[in-house]
C-alpha cells in the first residue's frame, strides 16, 4: 500500500507526527522559515518551551532543520525549515489509537486549508489558467470506491517522481513554479444532516432507496 500521509524520518511517522501542533509546524517549515516563538499561545497552554519541545522532536526525527540562528534578548533565536513533508503508511495510521488518527487528520486537512486560503489571498492559487479546484461527491459501490482511491495513489507516485526530477537537475529550478498539490477522498458524512429540514436528496437512477431520517 502506498504512503499517503503527512508524516515521515527516522521513527515511525505515526509516532512522531500525533500532535496538531506538529503538523501544523511542519507545515509552516515546508512554505518559509519558522520560529518556535510564533506558535507560542499561553491560552492554549502553549509556552516557550514546551513549543520547543516539539521543535527539537521533529528536528531530532528529520523532519525539519536549523537554517539559521539570531541573537534574541540574550540567546537565539533559531529557523527552521522543512526536510521533508513525511509520509504516514495506510498501515501505521491505521495502528495508531483512535484520538491519534483524529489529530492528525484534523491537523493536515486545517493545514491544506490554511495553504488554500493563503493561495486565494495571495492571488496565486488562479494566476495560472491551468490550475485546478474541483470537488464532487457520488455514491459509488465498494470496488469503484477502491478504485478511484487507487487513482489518488498513482497521482501521488507521479508527483513524487515528478519532484525527483527536479532535485536531480538544479537547472529546472530557475523558472520553476512552487506547485501545491493536495489530494483527498474519503466517505462522505451523511447527506441527511447537512440538508434543510433533514430532507434527503431524491434518489438517482440506479440507487437503492434508503430509510428517511427518524424526525
Known amino acids: 500500500m502506498e504512503d499517503k500521509r503527512n508524516g515521515a524520518g527516522g521513527r515511525k511517522p505515526a509516532a512522531v507526527l500525533g500532535y496538531d501542533l506538529r503538523v501544523k509546524i511542519l507545515a509552516a517549515c515546508d512554505q518559509r522559515e519558522a520560529t518556535s516563538q510564533e506558535f507560542v499561545d499561553p491560552a492554549r ?49 491505521a495502528a495508531m489509537k483512535p484520538e491519534k488518527r483524529k489529530v492528525l487528520t484534523g491537523a493536515t486537512v486545517e493545514a491544506i486549508a490554511e495553504r488554500a486560503h493563503d493561495a486565494a489571498q495571495a492571488e496565486t492559487i488562479d494566476r495560472r489558467p491551468n490550475s485546478h479546484i474541483s470537488w464532487d461527491a457520488e455514491w459509488l459501490d465498494p470496488e469503484r470506491h477502491d478504485l478511484l482511491m487507487a487513482k489518488l495513489d498513482e497521482f501521488l507516485e507521479f508527483f513524487n517522481q515528478l519532484k525527483a526530477e527536479m532535485q536531480a537537475d538544479p537547472a529546472l529550478y530557475e523558472e520553476a513554479i512552487f506547485t501545491t498539490l493536495a489530494l483527498m477522498g474519503f466517505e462522505s458524512p451523511p447527506e441527511e444532516e447537512k440538508r434543510p429540514d433533514r430532507k434527503p436528496r431524491l434518489a438517482r437512477p440506479g440507487e437503492k432507496a434508503r430509510p428517511k431520517p427518524r424526525a
Open 45 to 93: 497552554g502553549l509556552t516557550l518551551a514546551n513549543v520547543n519541545y516539539h521543535f527539537s522532536e521533529l528536528a531530532k526525527w528529520g523532519f525539519i532543520y536549523v537554517t539559521r540562528k539570531e541573537p534574541s534578548g540574550g540567546s537565539e533565536r533559531c529557523y527552521y525549515r522543512s526536510l521533508r513533508q513525511g509520509i504516514v503508511s495506510d498501515e501505521e495510521f
